[in-house]
């Protein structure tokens, strides 16, 4: 039986379907945090949905056979509106979001809900393997509608779902998939009756359109240094080529293949085992930054389902900073910050206790400063006595992560990136963002958001505040001992 989330796995990379379905022992016992966000994400997207049909009926069953059967008796029904309706024919099976019925045709339209501001190519896929799989069932699919947020919305009280959600027919689209997808569906039956592990190319697939949880097996026995480090940067067709030549390790690659200054520093670092350093470049750049110095990161939330008056859908939520200021090169390193404890707008104060902080002159350092200035440009719109101050800051920023971007400096265990999370270990190795509870911004994002929403007691969202200073701190402290120890070469 193939159902619709192994079909969308068999469209990303057929072994994912193979492991999937043969081997879920490979599984991860924990998902990622992105993963959990988008799922949580869309199921408070499809509550909101369900609220367009009044007279919806759900299925509400997690024994797949007692799901089949009220389903089959609520189409016998008619039923105006089902949730979750669930069929299979032969070979296929799927739970549909919605499917409503129409009486000019005497069947049923078919109702996609996604948690995206946009149509999506894999919703098409999506929505063409259900009509197939409805059809096999015997109903008849009349209009197929994809129900996804109106990133236009903006939250004014209780969420109106006829505002937040737009309703976009792409029944052509879907039509014009079909006989595809029904090929598609043929050649994932296939896979699954394959007795050894598929062998497959791997490209670009393993995040695209969503991370597959089983890349830490598939990628087990790759080099430290791959050329999927740098697949990104090599683009799919060099990528398939070094593949078909048999090179998976970055010292191998023929340099006609590097495009970019950059790659080829990269190359020679991992081919010869030694750092490259542009001592010159690295001291004109440091020459930049103007004392009193202003080490800043933000934290941001941003969900499909604003939680904020006068927030879009996505709009980011600034709740958090960590600042470190030094006056001078050898004074004393001081460190405020800011942290929201509820679901209030904190612009105002966030942006007053920041005014107290950083003065007049001096450089404000970033790592990425471009999300920073994004962050301080949405600030001084919401709240426009502080927009002056918002603008001063971003004309006195410098990005500290240029240095590594630009390739003055470049290590083999960058991996070919210039993250902080990739930086730092190897330029401070003592500071490690690996021990903390909350170490990556997601995390921190999405554990901001439950503090702040969900029911909990108070020691848990204590642990969750303490823990995300903890976090939003090193970020700061990180770019200060960086900064020192390029001072020093």
């Given at each position: 039986m193939l159902t619709k989330s192994d079909y969308?796995?068999?469209?990303?990379?057929?072994?994912?379907?193979?492991?999937?379905?043969?081997?879920?022992e490979l599984l991860p016992e924990d998902i990622s945090d992105s993963l959990k966000k988008a799922f949580s994400a869309g199921f408070e997207v499809e509550k909101i949905a369900y609220q367009l049909y009044p007279n919806g009926v759900d299925v509400d069953e997690e024994d797949i056979h007692n799901a089949k059967v009220k389903t089959r008796n609520l189409i016998k029904k008619k039923t105006p509106v089902?949730?979750?309706?669930?069929?299979?024919?032969v070979k296929l099976f799927c739970r549909s979001d919605i499917i409503k019925y129409n009486e000019d045709i005497d069947g049923w339209d078919l109702i996609e809900v996604k948690s995206s501001t946009e149509v999506?190519?894999?919703?098409?896929?999506?929505?063409?393997?259900?009509?197939?799989?409805?059809?096999?069932?015997?109903?008849?699919?009349?209009?197929?509608?994809?129900?996804?947020?109106?990133?236009?919305?903006?939250?004014?009280?209780?969420?109106?779902?006829h505002e937040f959600l737009v309703e976009t027919d792409i029944s052509e689209s879907v039509k014009e998939k079909i006989e595809e997808t029904k090929i598609e569906v043929n050649n994932a039956l296939e896979v699954l009756k394959i007795k050894e592990e598929p062998e497959i190319q791997v490209l670009r697939q393993c995040k695209n359109p969503y991370e597959?949880?089983?890349?830490?097996?598939?990628?087990?026995n790759f080099p430290a240094h791959s050329i999927y480090s740098i697949g990104g940067a090599l683009g799919k067709k060099k990528l398939e080529a070094l593949l078909d030549e048999g090179i998976l390790e970055v010292k191998d690659i023929?340099?006609?293949y590097l495009s970019t200054e950059k790659l080829k520093k990269h190359h020679y670092t991992v081919e010869n085992n030694i750092a490259h350093i542009e001592k010159d470049n690295i001291k004109r750049e440091i020459e930049k930054i103007e004392y009193p110095v202003y080490y800043l990161d933000y934290e941001t939330f941003g969900p499909a389902i604003p939680i904020i008056d006068g927030y879009r859908p996505y709009q980011r939520v600034v709740f958090q900073y960590s600042l470190h200021v030094q006056e001078s090169p050898n004074s004393e390193l001081k460190h405020y910050y800011f942290l929201a404890k509820d679901s209030k707008d904190p612009t105002y104060e966030m942006a007053k206790s920041l005014q107290e902080h950083i003065g007049k002159d001096g450089t404000v350092i970033a790592w990425n400063m471009g999300f920073e200035q994004g962050c301080n440009t949405e600030m001084g719109e919401r709240e426009v006595e502080f927009k002056i101050f918002f603008e001063d800051i971003n004309k006195r920023m410098y990005d500290l992560m240029q240095i590594f971007k630009e390739g003055h400096y470049v290590h083999k265990e960058f991996h070919g990136s210039a993250s902080l999370k990739k930086v730092l270990p190897v330029i401070v190795p003592e500071l490690n963002h690996d021990e903390l509870d909350i170490s990556e911004g997601m995390t921190a994002s999405n554990n901001w958001g439950d503090m702040v929403t969900k029911d909990m007691?108070?020691?848990?969202?204590?642990?969750?505040?303490?823990?995300?200073?903890?976090?939003?701190?090193?970020?700061?402290l990180a770019m200060v001992r960086i900064l020192e120890e390029l001072n020093k070469l």
């Open positions: 969308i796995k068999y469209l990303q990379c057929k072994k994912y379907l193979w492991l999937n379905k043969i081997r879920p089902i949730f979750q309706a669930t069929v299979s024919g999506k190519n894999i919703y098409i896929d999506d929505l063409a393997f259900q009509k197939i799989c409805l059809e096999e069932a015997g109903l008849k699919v009349g209009r197929i509608l994809l129900v996804h947020v109106n990133n236009q919305y903006v939250k004014d009280g209780n969420i109106n779902p597959c949880p089983f890349i830490p097996y598939c990628w087990k023929p340099l006609e007691s108070q020691e848990e969202k204590d642990k969750i505040y303490d823990d995300l200073l903890e976090y939003c701190e090193l970020d700061t």
